[in-house]
């Protein structure tokens, strides 16, 4: 085995065992609970959860997707985001190798995995992860070599500014709020982390794939406009293909039109 596969390894089950950490913020931080106490427990029957109840993953398969205490069903989302958060820590560290910008943005990515299911789940983005996201994004972009702080600090005004905007020409048309101030603080926090450059594409892409997921599904449902799928977890898909793949989509892009 290879250094580079060891630490690819490694570096996964990292991933793995932050996403079963955001399991924890998904499910306690929109309830305003501590996300350090008590012990993890079942949801159902409250029982405290041994530590081999709580390994990413595997436990899920040898518990047999079922708490050992009660026997009710643990959600496959569990296990999901735990992979999620390991593919994406994998993809990062491959994308970026040995530098600052590795650390910076697996914050980044569990960030945005945690606001994507909490919005999911609640369509709400609490600020108690979006602002002092902003803050990080900012402070860290010191660490990123390509990204200067005037980079992050217009990509914060341009983002958040833009979607305001947004809202408010919306709030005027309609008379309804459409846009949530949830999305603009996550739309300026990405443009902290990924400068004012990406935020035009990482909107773009969002709504290309909203539209995409989102037609079909208003056709399909009837269009209740209650319905409507939440945004953030578009957002967070389109900051995290400009993240990995922005450079190559924008080579492609003047490829073929420029
Ligand atoms: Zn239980």
Same mark, same amino acid.
């Given at each position: 085995?290879?250094g580079t596969?060891?630490?690819?390894l490694?570096? +996964?089950a990292?991933?793995l065992t932050?996403?079963?950490f955001?399991?924890v913020? !998904?499910?306690?931080? =929109?309830?305003?609970?501590? @996300?350090?106490w ?5 949801? $159902?029957? *409250?029982?405290?959860?041994r530590w ?7 436990? $899920?398969? $040898?518990?047999?997707a *079922? ?8 959600p496959l ?9 390991g593919l994406?820590?994998?993809l990062?560290?491959? *994308?970026?190798g040995f ?8 914050l980044?990515v569990?960030i945005?995995?945690?606001i ?8 709400? !983005? =609490?600020?108690? @992860?979006s #602002?002092?996201g ?6 860290l972009?010191? #660490? ?5 702080w005037l ?5 914060? #005004? ?5 979607l305001?905007a947004?809202a ?6 309609r ?16 443009g902290a982390f990924?400068g004012?450059k990406?935020? +035009? =594409?990482?909107i773009?892409?969002?709504s290309?794939?909203?539209?995409l997921?989102?037609? =079909?599904?208003?056709? $399909? ?9 939440? +945004?953030?977890? +578009?957002?967070?898909?389109g900051a995290l ?5 922005g *450079?190559?989509?924008i080579q492609?892009?003047?490829?073929c039109?420029?």
């Amino acid at each position: 085995m290879t250094g580079t596969t060891l630490f690819s390894l490694l570096i +996964f089950a990292l991933g793995l065992t932050i996403g079963s950490f955001l399991n924890v913020c !998904i499910f306690r931080l =929109p309830q305003g609970q501590s @996300i350090v106490w008590p012990h993890s427990y079942c949801p $159902f029957c *409250r029982a405290s959860l041994r530590w081999y109840h709580n390994i990413p993953v595997a436990s $899920f398969v $040898f518990l047999r997707a *079922r708490c050992s205490f009660c026997g009710q069903p643990i959600p496959l989302r569990y296990p999901l985001v735990e992979l999620i958060t390991g593919l994406l820590f994998l993809l990062v560290f491959l *994308r970026f190798g040995f530098q600052w910008a590795t650390p910076v943005y697996w914050l980044f990515v569990s960030i945005l995995v945690t606001i994507s299911f909490i919005d999911l789940d609640h369509r709400i !983005i =609490p600020d108690v @992860i979006s #602002l002092p996201g902003v803050g990080a994004g900012f402070l860290l972009s010191f #660490l990123i070599p390509w990204l200067s702080w005037l980079d992050s600090l217009l990509g914060v #005004l341009i983002g958040g500014g833009l979607l305001y905007a947004v809202a408010v020409a919306y709030k005027l048309l309609r008379k309804v709020d459409g846009m949530g101030g949830g999305d603009i603080k996550l739309l300026a926090m990405i443009g902290a982390f990924l400068g004012w450059k990406a935020v +035009f =594409p990482v909107i773009f892409i969002s709504s290309a794939v909203g539209c995409l997921i989102g037609i =079909p599904l208003m056709l $399909f449902r009837g269009g209740d406009p209650q319905l409507a799928l939440p +945004f953030g977890p +578009f957002l967070a898909l389109g900051a995290l293909v400009y993240l990995l793949y922005g *450079r190559i989509l924008i080579q492609w892009y003047v490829d073929c039109f420029l």
